[in-house]
């Protein structure tokens, strides 16, 4: 064991390491941690990208959760750093995800941009804001959840390198359900108390669920509209991607502030219908979907 047992958002902490060879498998693991730790917790950490295994864990028997990381023993202290900035982070994320508390989207994002929009840009890497964040920059009456960012392969590790004191996951080879095994980090960036969780990833493996969006089709493929913010103009994926997911989720107050955005920038027909045509939804809500926007 590494660290722990450590207390925060109502669950109980450990980090440990499995070396075999040159590569260390990390794993944060969480149990409900009752009274001591503040508990009960307001939520899973389903939502955090944790895993829930049917059986007992290394730690805390049937009520824990885990996420695991592949990296070299080297890597320890950048583990610990991230590690450590999770779990004080933790209920705030809890009480976004499962409590209604605001997220810090607008502070984050504009730290963000600050810091590693003009290096990106100065050594010539892709990237783009994705997710429902995009819409929000385009002008959507919305309130993200998170921040979602797409890159290459050099900007997944040149984004971690430029936020070392934010990450809650260090940048390494991992399990994003439902994306499959990717290279990807995660952050939170703000104070303990005030910001937004930010995601980025590319994958390791092939994903089995083939789907035309903006996160399958990569920087240079996803089709963006231009905002600018800090100063610096930004690539964000064009709102139908976000139109389809919405749909997907039932997410109707979503749905709808949507497609007034896609009304008034215009809507992207081909587009819209290529997502659709990979999208879980019937043909008769597709068919809608098209109708709604058509100008």
């Known amino acids: 064991m590494l660290s722990g047992p450590d207390l925060g958002g109502g669950y109980l902490h450990q980090l440990t390491l499995d070396r075999n060879g040159e590569a260390t498998t990390y794993t944060y693991h969480a149990q409900e941690g009752g009274q001591d730790a503040g508990g009960p917790p307001i939520g899973s950490l389903d939502r955090l990208g944790f895993a829930h295994p049917a059986d007992a864990c290394q730690f805390g028997g049937p009520r824990c959760w885990h996420r695991r990381f592949l990296l070299p023993f080297t890597d320890?202290?950048?583990?610990?750093?991230?590690?450590?900035?999770?779990?004080?982070?933790?209920e705030t994320m809890l009480?976004?995800?499962h409590g209604g508390a605001p997220v810090g989207i607008d502070a984050a994002l504009a730290e963000l941009v600050r810091r590693i929009g003009p290096t990106l840009r100065?050594?010539?890497?892709e990237w783009f804001i994705g997710g429902s964040t995009a819409s929000r920059l385009l002008g959507a009456t919305l309130s993200p959840n998170d921040i979602d960012l797409g890159t290459t392969r050099a900007g997944v590790d040149r984004i971690a390198q430029l936020i070392p004191e934010?990450?809650?996951?260090p940048l390494a080879p991992t399990d994003w359900p439902p994306h499959g095994i990717v290279r990807g980090a995660r952050a939170f960036v703000g104070t303990f108390r005030d910001g937004a969780r930010v995601e980025w990833s590319v994958p390791i493996e092939p994903n089995s669920a083939v789907r035309s969006d903006e996160w399958g089709e990569g920087p240079t493929g996803v089709r963006t509209l231009e905002v600018l913010l800090e100063g610096i103009t930004l690539r964000v994926s064009?709102?139908?991607?976000?139109l389809v997911r919405s749909a997907e989720h039932r997410a109707?107050?979503?749905?709808?502030?949507v497609t007034e955005l896609i009304r008034k920038v215009g809507p992207d027909l081909e587009l819209l219908r290529r997502v659709l045509a990979t999208s879980s939804l019937g043909s008769a809500e597709?068919?809608?979907l098209v109708r709604s926007v058509e100008v």
């Open 76 to 90: 320890l202290p950048k583990v610990r750093l991230a590690y450590n900035r999770f779990r004080f982070v933790l």
């Open 238 to 242: 064009r709102p139908e991607y976000g």
């Open 252 to 257: 109707t107050a979503r749905v709808t502030a």
């Open 122 to 125: 100065t050594e010539g890497i």
């Open 95 to 97: 009480n976004q995800v």
């Open 166 to 169: 934010y990450l809650i996951e």
């Open 286 to 288: 597709r068919d809608a």
